[in-house]
Every structure is written in structure tokens, then in C-alpha cells.
């Protein structure tokens, strides 16, 4: 298989854990509803990202799609994107764990779902400066290159908030466990070594990297390579926990 296409495929698993298994309000909803619904009601707000999130892609795929040309414009975008992953890492590292309280949750549907997600910035804030960059990097070589980053993507982000609902519905106690702690941290560790690659590539872009310049899509494959050995670690690890 194509090494390029294993290395978007493992951007998009990376990302789509993290993302999947993140404290925030959409994952507050999958398990606010699992406990007091059932799990049906769980699984149906985690399909979620996917109703939300493509009119997203769309609309940042038509803004940025000719700025991308643009060695400054990129590396500006890089350099937002890594701060934002830098964030989501740091917060990752500094997971406790998470606890709901039923008793506070009102009755909610796949609406909600959607509304909370579409109210929330950081969908936003990942696609224009991490996701549609790397789409628009992965369409530069073949339309399969983004079909495997974006594919990956959704499926992992909506399995892994698929599988916190299963478990919650299972065993309520996982979600304050060591093992959720040490997923977090692992997938924290790994979005700081993104993000570090976001701003070499940005930097690199600006000139301002010592290094000769390299075409934006062509430094974004360069220097996210690294990716694919560290996500396939994950996941070895995280099968351990589940």
C-alpha cells in the first residue's frame, strides 16, 4: 500500500481518538444520555460530528483553498494549528478523568447533539487550521489520500465517543479510571509531537526554518511522517485498555 496514504490515514486516527475520547460538551452529551436513556440514545449523539462537521469542511475547504497556495498564508495557518494542538495536548496531559452527574442532565435528542456541536469553536478552530489544511494537502496527491484521512477521522471520532457510551453504559466508574488517564496522556504526548511538526512546517514555510523551502503540501507530507509510527503505538496501547 502507499506509504502516503497509511501516513494520512494515521493523521486522521490520531486525530479522531483525540477528539473522540476529549472531556467537552459533546462528549458530556453521548454520556449524559447513554446514563440516563440508554445506550441507543448515546450512540445516536455520537454520529454527531458527521452531520456537523462536513458543512464545515466545505465551507473552509472554499476559503482556504486558494489562500493554501500562499508560502506566508500556510505558514501562518501551520503555526495557528500547532498552538491549538499544543492546547489540546496540554489538556490531554492534564486529564483527571470525568464525572457526570445524572441528576442535573435534562432529557436531550440528536438535535441537541448537533446544536451543541455546532455552537461549540473548536470544530471551527480544528478545521480551518489542522483538518481542511490537510485535506487540501492529501487532495495535492489523489483524491484517495483524503478519503483516508478523512475517512479515519470519523470513523475513530465517532467510534471512540461509540465505545466511552458503550462502557459508561457497561461500568460507570471507567471515565474516573487510571486507564482513561493514561489514554488521554498517551493521545496528549502525541498531538504536542503534531503539533511541533505544524510549527517546523509552518516556520519552514516562511523561510524562517534553516532549511531550504519546500512547497507547502509537499512540507506538510515531509514533516507528519512521523505520525504513522507513534499512532500505530497508540493504538497498540490503547487495545490494552479496552
Known amino acids: 500500500m502507499d506509504l502516503q496514504v497509511i501516513d494520512y490515514f494515521s493523521k486522521g486516527t490520531l486525530l479522531g481518538l483525540a477528539a473522540g475520547f476529549s472531556p467537552g460538551p459533546l462528549t458530556v452529551l453521548v454520556i449524559g444520555e447513554t446514563l440516563r436513556h440508554g445506550l441507543r440514545s448515546g450512540l445516536q449523539v455520537a454520529i454527531a460530528p458527521i452531520l456537523t462537521d462536513i458543512p464545515i469542511i466545505l465551507l473552509t475547504m472554499l476559503i482556504l483553498e486558494?489562500?493554501?497556495?500562499?508560502?506566508?498564508?500556510?505558514?501562518a495557518i501551520s503555526l495557528a494549528g500547532g498552538a491549538f494542538l499544543l492546547w489540546l495536548g496540554y489538556a490531554s496531559l492534564r486529564t483527571q478523568g470525568m464525572e457526570i452527574q445524572t441528576a442535573a442532565l435534562e432529557s436531550r435528542s440528536i438535535r441537541k447533539g448537533i446544536a451543541i456541536n455546532l455552537l461549540n469553536p473548536n470544530p471551527y478552530v480544528f478545521w480551518i487550521s489542522v483538518g481542511t489544511p490537510t485535506i487540501l494537502s492529501a487532495l495535492a496527491t489523489s483524491p484517495l489520500h483524503a478519503a483516508a484521512f478523512l475517512g479515519s477521522f470519523f470513523f475513530f471520532i465517532v467510534g471512540s465517543k461509540a465505545l466511552l457510551a458503550k462502557i459508561v453504559d457497561g461500568s460507570r466508574t471507567f471515565l474516573k479510571s487510571s486507564a482513561y488517564r493514561w489514554i488521554m496522556r498517551l493521545l496528549g504526548l502525541l498531538l504536542i509531537v503534531y503539533a511541533v511538526m505544524l510549527f517546523k512546517a509552518g516556520l519552514t514555510s516562511m523561510g524562517l526554518w534553516p532549511q531550504a523551502r519546500?512547497?507547502?503540501?509537499?512540507?506538510?507530507?515531509?514533516?507528519?511522517?512521523?505520525?504513522?509510527?507513534?499512532?500505530?503505538?497508540?493504538?497498540?496501547?490503547f487495545s490494552r485498555f479496552t
Not at 486558494?66 to 505558514?75: D, E, I, Q, S
Open 66 to 75: 486558494k489562500a493554501m497556495n500562499t508560502p506566508l498564508v500556510f505558514g
Open 214 to 237: 519546500i512547497p507547502p503540501p509537499q512540507a506538510v507530507q515531509d514533516h507528519f511522517g512521523v505520525i504513522a509510527n507513534g499512532v500505530s503505538f497508540s493504538l497498540s496501547t
